[in-house]
C-alpha cells in the first residue's frame, strides 16, 4: 500500500517537483493549497509526468477545523510543508502578513499532526537563514542571522519545531535549508512562472532569452568575486525534489530531528549563470551592469556534506542542466500555465 504524504503547497514551484518525485519514489502526494501562488493547473501536467494526477484539498493551512477533518479521513503518514510566502521585499512591507503564514500556518499544522498522532515533518527552511555568513561553504553550526521578516519567519519555525521535538521525542522532523533552487521538469512540463516581473536571477534571464524582457540588469558589478558579480548556489529543482524524498526515508527510518543544507556546494557567479544560460538556449542574453541590489550578499553557497552523510543526498546536476531545463520550460510555457 502505498503511503499518503501531505504536501502543503504542493501546487507551487518546489512542491510540484516534490510531488513527481514522491510519485516515482512510490509515495501517495495529497496536495493542500489555497492557490495564492499558483495555478491547479500544474495538476494536469503532473498527471502527464506521473500517469496520475495527485489528489487536490484546496485549502490554507491556517485553518484548522480543515486540517483535523482532514488526519481523520486520510491515513496521512506524513507531511512535507511547502506552504508559505516567499519574497522578500514583500516580508519588509507586510511582516506581519509573513509572520501569520509562515510561523501561525507552521504551529496550526503542527499542532493539527500533533493531534492526530501524525509525527513526520519536512519543512522547508532557506538558507537566508543565515544572513551574511563569515564564508562559505557555509556549514549548518554557522551563526544564524536572518536579516528580513522572511528569514526571520524561517527561523522562528524551526526554531519552534526543535522545541517540539524537545518536548516530544517521537516526533521526527527535517528542517531543510535550501539555496537556491532553479530549472524545472526535464519535460519542460512544469517549472517556475513567477508573477508580475521577477525578482530572481533565472526567471528574469529565462524572460530576456524567450523575448518578453528587453536586458537582465546585473546587480553590482564591483562585488569581490572573480568577475564581480554576486555569488550563490544554484541548485537544481528536481535535486532539491529527492532531496525531500531522501529527508523524508531518513525520518522514516529513526525518530529525532534533523537540519540539512541543500545545495550543491559550488558557487557560480551571476555572469556564469548568464553564460551557461547562453550555451543552453544558443541565445544571447542582453545585459547591463547597474547597482548594486540593497540587502543583497556578495558571496555565498553551501556546505553538502552533512546532506550526504546523515541523508545519502547529494545534488548530481549541473548549471547547464538547470538552464538547459529552464529554457525549455520557459520556451513551451511562455505565460507559465496559460499555455
Ligand atoms: P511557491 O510560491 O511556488 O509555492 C508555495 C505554495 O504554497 C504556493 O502554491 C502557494 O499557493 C501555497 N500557499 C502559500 N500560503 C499558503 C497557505 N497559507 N495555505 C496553503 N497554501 C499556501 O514557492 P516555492 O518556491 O515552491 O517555495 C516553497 C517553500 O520553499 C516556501 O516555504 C519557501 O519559503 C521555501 N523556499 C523557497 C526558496 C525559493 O527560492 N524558491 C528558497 C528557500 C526556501
Ligand atoms: C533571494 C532572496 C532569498 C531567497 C532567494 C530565493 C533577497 C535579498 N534574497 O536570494 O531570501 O531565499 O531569493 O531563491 O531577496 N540578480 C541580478 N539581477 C536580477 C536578479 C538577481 O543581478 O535581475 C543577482 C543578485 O544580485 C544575486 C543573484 O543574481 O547576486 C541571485 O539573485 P536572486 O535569484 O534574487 O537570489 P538571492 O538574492 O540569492
Excluded at 524561517?154 to 518536548?167: C, I, P, S, T, Y
Excluded at 508573477?195 to 546587480?219: E, I, S, T
Excluded at 553564460?275 to 541590489?293: D, L, M, T, V, W
Aim: aromatic share 8%; charged share 20%.
Amino acid at each position: 500500500m502505498p503511503k499518503t504524504i501531505l504536501v502543503t503547497g504542493g501546487a507551487g514551484f518546489i512542491g510540484s517537483h516534490t510531488c513527481v518525485a514522491l510519485a516515482a519514489a512510490g509515495y501517495l502526494p495529497l496536495v493542500l493549497d489555497n492557490l495564492g501562488n499558483s495555478d491547479r493547473r500544474v495538476l494536469d501536467r503532473l498527471a502527464r509526468i506521473s500517469g496520475v494526477a495527485p489528489e487536490f484539498i484546496e485549502g490554507d493551512v491556517r485553518d484548522r477545523a480543515m486540517l483535523d477533518r482532514l488526519f481523520a479521513e486520510r491515513p496521512i503518514a506524513g507531511v512535507i510543508h511547502f506552504a508559505g510566502l516567499k519574497a522578500v521585499g514583500d516580508s519588509v512591507a507586510d511582516p506581519i502578513g509573513y509572520y501569520d503564514n509562515n510561523v501561525h500556518g507552521s504551529f496550526v499544522l503542527a499542532a493539527a499532526m500533533q493531534a492526530a498522532g501524525v509525527r513526520i515533518l519536512i519543512f522547508s527552511s532557506s538558507a537566508t537563514v543565515y544572513g551574511d555568513p563569515d564564508s562559505s561553504p557555509i556549514p549548518e553550526s554557522a551563526p544564524l542571522r536572518p536579516a528580513n521578516p522572511y528569514g526571520r519567519s524561517k527561523l522562528m519555525v524551526e526554531q519552534a519545531l526543535g522545541d517540539l521535538q524537545r518536548a516530544d521525542a517521537s516526533w521526527r522532523i527535517g528542517l531543510l535549508r535550501y539555496f537556491n533552487p532553479v530549472g524545472a521538469h526535464e519535460t519542460g512540463l512544469i517549472g517556475e512562472h513567477p508573477q508580475g516581473r521577477p525578482n530572481n536571477l533565472m526567471p528574469f534571464v529565462c524572460q530576456v532569452a524567450v523575448g518578453l524582457r528587453d536586458q537582465l540588469a546585473v546587480h553590482g558589478g564591483d562585488y569581490p568575486t572573480p568577475d564581480g558579480t554576486g555569488v550563490r548556489d544554484y541548485v537544481h529543482v528536481m535535486d532539491l525534489a529527492e532531496g525531500h524524498v531522501a529527508a523524508l526515508r531518513h525520518a522514516e527510518s529513526q525518530p529525532g530531528l534533523v537540519t540539512v543544507n541543500l545545495g550543491t556546494g559550488l558557487g557560480a557567479s551571476v555572469l556564469d549563470v548568464v553564460k551557461a544560460f547562453e550555451r543552453a538556449s544558443g541565445r544571447k542574453i542582453a545585459y547591463h551592469i547597474g547597482p548594486r541590489r540593497p540587502g543583497d550578499v556578495p558571496a555565498y553557497w553551501g556546505d553538502p556534506t552533512l546532506a550526504q552523510d546523515t541523508l545519502g543526498w547529494r545534488a548530481t546536476r549541473s548549471l547547464d542542466a538547470m538552464c538547459a531545463d529552464s529554457w525549455r520550460w520557459q520556451q513551451g510555457n511562455p505565460r507559465g500555465y496559460e499555455g
